[in-house]
């Protein structure tokens, strides 16, 4: 599985794994192990270990749609570009969403990331 969807916030993230048919997804639940935390500031923010754990898994990915609502999304994306510059190039798009199912996920980012794929001229099934 070469793309997937990252959706996050500071309390927990789904990754969806899609596979390279585009009819199927795994998605993978991952909790925060202390929560978001609120530094004396109006934000919150989240663990840099959970950031961590969340930047590994690109590792494996060739092309990653970032969502999530409130700043958790840039947030990652930021600790990304950071901690792993080389990983940043797999963040395709980085978009504001609610609370979607992981089926809306998983076609949300087959459209996504195709449509990326095919500007890198990929050939997409």
């Keep these: 599985m070469k793309h997937a969807v990252i959706w996050v916030d500071h309390k927990e993230a789904r990754v969806i794994k899609l596979d390279d048919e585009g009819s199927r ?4 639940h991952v909790k925060a192990a202390t929560g978001p935390h609120d530094k004396g ?3 919150t923010h989240a663990e840099p270990k959970y950031l961590e754990d969340l930047a590994q898994r690109l590792a494996t990915f060739e092309a990653v749609l970032v969502t999530g609502p409130g700043p958790a999304k840039d947030e990652f994306t930021t600790f990304v570009g950071q901690r792993h510059p080389a990983w940043k190039s797999k963040i395709v798009a980085v978009e504001g969403s609610d609370h979607p199912t992981d089926g809306q996920l998983a076609d949300h980012g087959r459209k ?5 794929d095919r500007m890198q001229g990929f050939h997409v099934r």
Excluded: F
């Design 25 to 28: 997804y795994e998605a993978e």
């Design 41 to 43: 500031h109006r934000h």
């Design 112 to 116: 996504v990331l195709r449509a990326a």
